[in-house]
Structure formats: structure tokens, C-alpha cells
């Protein structure tokens, strides 16, 4: 049974941090796309970062500048890290994990983390 499991939102003032974790019990974890995604109430899910399997990053417009994603292979984790945040930012962050190997495609999700930003 394939788990992701994010920890590390909550309540934080604007112009603060948090780091968000997920943990994910895939076998070959370094061969996963893993990725950060957010909903905003009333909105879509949207991308907030990836990072591949050689480790090269892709963030959202948005969150340049002051998200960083990484990735532990030896631990399972991906993080990121959220700097300078804004209410904007305001959402359930959830993980992701992709890979397509052998034409089978593996795509699982977190449950979500709630990570607020207000006064």
C-alpha cells in the first residue's frame, strides 16, 4: 500500500516560513517526479513546484523566488520550503508522486496539509 504522508503546515504570520515534508513509501523513490501542488478554497488545484528525478526544479510563478523544493532519496522526502509567505498562499498543499515505467503509469497523492498565512 503505497502512503505520502505531508506534515508541517499551520498558522503562520505573513512574511514567515514553514517547511513542509512528505514522506512516501514507494519502492525506487528516486525514480518519481515528485511535486507540491495547492487548493485554494473555491479554486483549482494547481502546481506549485516538481522536482525529477535528477533532482532539477520547477516552481510556479507565483512562488518564485521564495519556495525551494528538494528531495532526500536516502530518506523518501520531498520538502519545500516556503519563505516570504503571503494569505495568498493560503491553501491545502498536497504531494505527489509520478512515474511512467515500462508504460505503467504510478500517481499518488497526500492526504493535504493545511497551511494558513493571516494577521
Known amino acids: 500500500q503505497v502512503q505520502l504522508v505531508e506534515s508541517g503546515g499551520g498558522l503562520v504570520q505573513p512574511g514567515g516560513s514553514l517547511r513542509l515534508a512528505c514522506a512516501a513509501s514507494?519502492?525506487?523513490?528516486?525514480?518519481?517526479?515528485m511535486a507540491w501542488y495547492r487548493q485554494a478554497p473555491g479554486k483549482q488545484r494547481e502546481l506549485v513546484a516538481q522536482?525529477?528525478?535528477?533532482?532539477?526544479?520547477k516552481y510556479a510563478d507565483s512562488v518564485k523566488g521564495r519556495f525551494t523544493i528538494s528531495r532526500d532519496n536516502a530518506e523518501n522526502t520531498v520538502y519545500l520550503q516556503m519563505n516570504s509567505l503571503k494569505p495568498e498562499d493560503t491553501a491545502v498543499y498536497y504531494c505527489?508522486?509520478?512515474?511512467?515505467?515500462?508504460?505503467?503509469?504510478?500517481?499518488?497523492w497526500g492526504q493535504g496539509t493545511q497551511v494558513t498565512v493571516s494577521s
Open positions: 505527489n508522486a509520478l512515474r511512467v515505467r515500462a508504460g505503467i503509469l504510478n500517481d499518488y
Open positions: 514507494v519502492t525506487i523513490f528516486s525514480s518519481y517526479v
Open positions: 522536482i525529477s528525478s535528477g533532482s532539477t526544479p
